[in-house]
């Protein structure tokens, strides 16, 4: 595809799994933006390409995904996602309609995170580094529960916002993006959590059939699944 505002391709980098990475990957799927993708492994071998990023002196807060620009690296996913949106026309212009955005870009987030705080033990060592704990004891059924009763609760916060499309209607944005794959995410995790909320359901089916989106939703890579959390998770289907 034709690059815009870009001189070279952009280069995001995250885990070779759908993660928080998802949503921006999705974004430059859809966009005329060029883009070569650093998918790392999940393993030693991975987590060694990513130390020479971390490392890197002009990496300003280390962090994983990443976003290469030119001379810039850019982290935290809803960093990228804005810089993205702004260069492939996702980002609104009216005040307004930034604002709604940003609210439910912050909400997605906040259910995300407490996907992730269910879903991964944190009392197991994964890195040679990393403190360990004799007493502490992960309870992923209580917490699973917990997640659950949380997002029958803001379901029904989202269903009105999406009476009429997408988030702003017939415009799309960044926070489309950052809602449809966080959402899939849920649906996976608790299928039943969906049932009867039909704008939110049609939401993602009209995702799904954007430009970019449906190519590579027909695609091998897609077909064969893709890991939501990495292994080491108590949960991380694919």
Known sequence: SSGINAEWPLRPGYWDLRGLGEPI???LRYSDLEWEEERLTVGMEGYGTWLKYR???DMVV???PFLVDGDKKISQTLAIARHVARKAGLMPSDADDL???EMVEQEIMDLRGRL?????DPYKVFLPDAPKSETGKHDFEHLKAAFIKRLNERLPKLEPLFAKGFLLGDKLSYADFLVYEFLDQFKNFSPDSFNGFDNVNTFMEKFEGLKGVKEWQQGETYKAGQNINA???V???K
């Open 99 to 101: 604002l709604l955005c």
């Open 55 to 57: 490392d890197a002196p």
């Open 116 to 120: 992730t705080t269910t879903c991964y």
């Open 235 to 237: 949960w991380f289907k």
């Open 62 to 64: 280390p962090n994983l």
């Open 25 to 27: 990957r999705y974004m």
């Open 231 to 233: 292994p080491i998770a």
